[in-house]
């Protein structure tokens, strides 16, 4: 990394960089902290169709694993309960911060955050392969004991977690199901709790 | 419900276990009728696959009759239905090309991390395989749950014998695609490494592709009988020199094509082999290659290389510039049975494709741990066991 202004002559996406600033060139919102992750999925669904279903963000908590609940409390406001270690949970309010009607969500969490997080989805029509679906994030991860202890799971997580939820969002789209080895309903209810 | 499960290297044992239920809604239930043993489960049983874990249910050739169905399941209670190894969804971008062993959806999210570190990308799921191709409970109990039970198992006909359309699992298609990859144009020589159920199945193919000549290699007297039987020519590397052998049979030229299913336990004490197996029980390496270095040199110019032999990690001393200077091209994969089902179940109504003359044992499923030493220990009788519930 540099202090620099660093020049790219390539066209690799920002959050692949290895030098220059990747979050100011990320085209999120709201710079929080200094970790940023981006994951992309291709869907072989329409793009009308994938977008949708992301949207309605009470819809969220069927792919994304470690997200217990969203309520939504206006077309551009939601309260998110995420699961963190030790049987806790963070909360935050999110605001979508711009929108485009199949194209792009972004969202930033608002001020007393546990987590503070800014995001943005993109959503690109790839004719017969489907939908592009790239997600960056951007997260702060908080300090203290739980803090860290949220952070272990934060700094590694998001990266994994990321790319977890974008391929059951891919299943659920693309098969209408979630795959799983689990024999019986009972070992299916463990792996999601 | 029973079911054979591994304990640990040469440790499987027929356990107790909870019944499968239907989870998902294209899920199946079957009830198991008939169930094999594949080479590739030797490589489980001898400790080379990692990501394993004690209690795992093995076993991905198998066959048997619907029990119960998931709301979107398109089969029917009672059918008899042979299931594919691969779990594939049939809605992805690859399984619309017919690449089921490429499904991007037949493994679990989180199971997906392996293979996406070790590979590039993730595979299709595998049933009774390590918990890199997912974790699936397989197929040698009494029950087995099949995922996308609209896309897999196929409906055999009333009154078929389980034994002549069980292969269909996973052996046959595995076979025929190895004899596809080598691209086998009239008039061509092609040699098959390896004569366990694969290479045979893919010595039959080869001829039905056109094949002139076929030269099968192995070191197991029984298993080239049975690949002379039909009408390959065989080179026993205990008794020959493979390679000077193969150049003279085929005037100095070199087979057109040639196929390696022989894989990451080849035995045979060869200087590279035996130097695979020191760094193989150090894990400096996972994988005995002798039988794709012995191919790639074997192979003519401008030749084809089909290696359906399963190879999981790393290897060394890799003839590249053979396959480069020789302008090879190398084809190989995980099967994508779903694509060769309905043909090659044909070819079996049809009488073209003999699959029964490979069962040498058939047992109870209560005798699995038998069949596994058995299998281990005596290659050159044993050519395949089949499992069968309540067979005593």
Known sequence: ??????????????????????????????????????????????????????????????????????DIL????????????????????????EETQDSVIAWTSKPGADVANSGRVEFRDAGARGTVVTATIAYDPPGGAIGKLIAKMFQREPAIQARRDLRRFKQLMETGEIATAAMNRKQREEEMA | MRALAWHGKHDVRVDTVDDPEIVNQRDCIIKVTATAICGSDLHLYDGYIPTMQAGDILGHEFMGEVVEVGAKSTLKKGQKVVVPFTIACGSCYHCGKHQYSACDNGLPADNQDIAQEL????????????????????GQAEYVRVPFSDVGPIVIPDGVD???VLFLSDILPTGWMAAENAQIEPGDTVAVWGCGPVGLFAVQSAFLMGA?????????????????????????????????????????IGPDAVIDSVGLEAHGFFVDNVLDQIKASTFLGTDR?????????????????????????????????????????LKTGQTHVQHYMPALLNAIMEGKIDTTFLISHRMDLE????????????????TKVVLKPGFN
């Open chain 2, 212 to 252: 002139e000549r076929v030269i099968a290699i192995d070191h197991f007297p029984h298993r080239l009988e049975l690949a002379k039987k039909f009408g390959a020519e065989t080179i026993n590397y205990e008794e020959s020199a493979v390679y000077e052998a193969l150049m003279v049979m085929t005037g100095g």
């Open chain 2, 119 to 138: 590979y590039g990308q993730p595979m299709a799921g595998l049933f009774g395989y390590s918990h890199m191709t997912g974790g699936y409970a397989g």
């Open chain 1, 1 to 70: 990394m540099t202090d620099e202004k660093t020049v790219h002559t390539d066209d690799a996406p920002p959050t692949t960089w290895k030098i220059g600033d990747a979050l100011a060139e990320s085209g999120i919102p709201d710079e929080k902290g200094g970790s940023i992750v981006a994951r992309a999925v291709t869907i072989n669904r329409p793009v009308g169709e994938v977008f949708a279903y992301f949207r309605d963000f009470a819809n969220l908590p069927t792919f994304m694993e470690n997200v217990e609940r969203i």
């Open chain 2, 367 to 382: 005798d699995a741990p038998k069949g596994y030493d058995m299998f281990k220990n005596n290659q050159n009788e044993v």
């Open chain 2, 289 to 329: 290659a002798h039988s794709i270095r012995q191919a790639i040199i074997a192979c003519r110019k401008g030749g084809r290389v089909s290696m359906p032999a399963v190879y999981g990690g790393f290897i060394d001393k890799f003839p590249l510039g053979a396959l480069m200077e020789k302008g090879l091209t």
């Open chain 1, 74 to 97: 206006s077309d551009t406001r939601s309260h998110w309960v995420v699961k963190a270690p030790a049987g806790k949970t963070v909360e935050w309010d999110a605001v979508v911060t």
């Open chain 2, 162 to 164: 389980d034994e002549k």
